[in-house]
């Protein structure tokens, strides 16, 4: 999809750097957010919360967990709509 990078003046410059400045504070709270997650191998509550955060995150990217190959304590699977064959996995 093309995306119109003309800002004001016609200046494509501006236009990324406006469109910059206006996502910082949103990558910089999502940052903040996943940099506070507890993901140390033996602190299994933080490890889980980081597991289910990533799954929500990857299930709106497209990917759905593989519920053969994940247990929810040490091993996590997701893959696309293609299945593990043809499509994309994520261990």
Do not use: M, Y
């Not at 406006?18 to 933080?46: C, Q, Y």
């Amino acid at each position: 999809v093309p995306v119109n990078v003309k800002g004001k003046g016609g200046k494509t410059s501006q236009a990324i750097f406006d469109f910059l400045t206006i996502k910082r504070d949103k990558t910089e709270d999502e940052l903040r957010k996943w940099t506070n997650l507890s993901s140390r191998t033996r602190d299994a509550v933080g490890v889980n919360s980081a597991a289910r955060k990533l799954d929500n995150r990857l299930q709106k990217q497209g990917l759905f967990c593989v519920d053969d190959l994940t247990n929810g304590r040490t091993a996590w699977t997701w893959q696309t709509k293609a299945g593990l064959k043809q499509g994309h996995s994520l261990w």
